[in-house]
């Protein structure tokens, strides 16, 4: 009786740490595992897009998915049922995020969720446990820290200019684009694609004072743009030389 107990225990501590621990060889392989099979399911997934494809791929491609979902499946059940706090697995991002991968599935909503999986590739950043990246993600917290008052003042600045862009190009643009630009609510869709540069002509000015005013909202786009950019770089050279000290 006390030699099954302990094999028992030895299982559930074998299954444990193939799940949980990545220092160890099976918990390398087996995260490996699941991230490969993630990559077959997006592809997968990507292909199913695709126009004019035959019965036979089809049948092909809902195998594959059959097969990952059931991976999928037994990993999260195992997870929680080796966690040591199932309620906090649960709930937390990556719990989340595994089941709402699976749940459709099961559920035939319609709501194909399958390339939100791309999130569990992060996972590998638990098997490499390099050095390198966590000094990284510590010194982008630390440039973040250094100019948040900066990239909160210019995130006020910006939807300040964008408000006044869409009052401008509203005022130009109304009286002979009505149907367009009928308010300046509808007006800060123009507002958002033009500043940000995008630019995608659904919306564009056809008067002389509309065009003008254009010119000016892109080359303050170009700043939104680069401001930020700048910020954020100067921090991290910042962080960069306090580090090589």
């Not at 592809?43 to 049948?59: D, G, I, K, M, W």
């Not at 809902?62 to 706090?85: A, D, G, M, P």
């Not at 080359?219 to 954020?232: D, E």
């Amino acid at each position: 009786m006390g030699s099954q107990l302990e094999n028992k225990l030895i299982n559930k501590n074998t299954i444990k740490e193939i799940i949980n621990d990545t220092e160890r060889t099976s918990g390398k392989i087996f995260t490996l595992t699941i991230q490969l099979l993630i990559l077959i399911s997006l592809v997968s997934f990507s292909l199913e897009t695709l126009p004019n494809l035959s019965a036979h791929t089809r049948e092909i491609l809902y195998s594959i998915e059959v097969i990952t979902i059931s991976v999928f499946t037994i990993e999260y059940i195992l997870r929680i049922l080796f966690s040591e706090n199932k309620r906090k697995f649960i709930f937390s991002f990556y719990g989340l995020i595994d089941l709402a991968a699976i749940l459709p599935f099961y559920l035939s909503t319609g709501l194909d969720l399958r390339a939100i999986r791309v999130f569990r590739l992060l996972r590998l950043v638990l098997i490499m446990k390099l050095f390198k990246y966590n000094l990284a993600v510590k010194r982008f917290q630390r440039a973040l820290a250094i100019v948040k008052e900066e990239l909160v003042l210019f995130g006020i600045i910006s939807i300040i200019m964008l408000y006044l862009s869409a009052l401008g190009i509203y005022y130009f643009e109304h009286t002979v684009q009505p149907e367009q630009f009928t308010s300046v609510f509808h007006s800060l869709w123009w507002a958002l694609t033009t500043l940000t540069t995008v630019g995608y002509g659904d919306m564009h000015p056809i008067t002389a004072g509309g065009k003008f005013f254009t010119f000016f909202v892109l080359m303050i786009g170009l700043g939104i743009i680069a401001i930020p950019t700048g910020l954020i770089a100067s921090a991290l050279s910042q962080t960069r030389e306090e580090d090589s000290r």
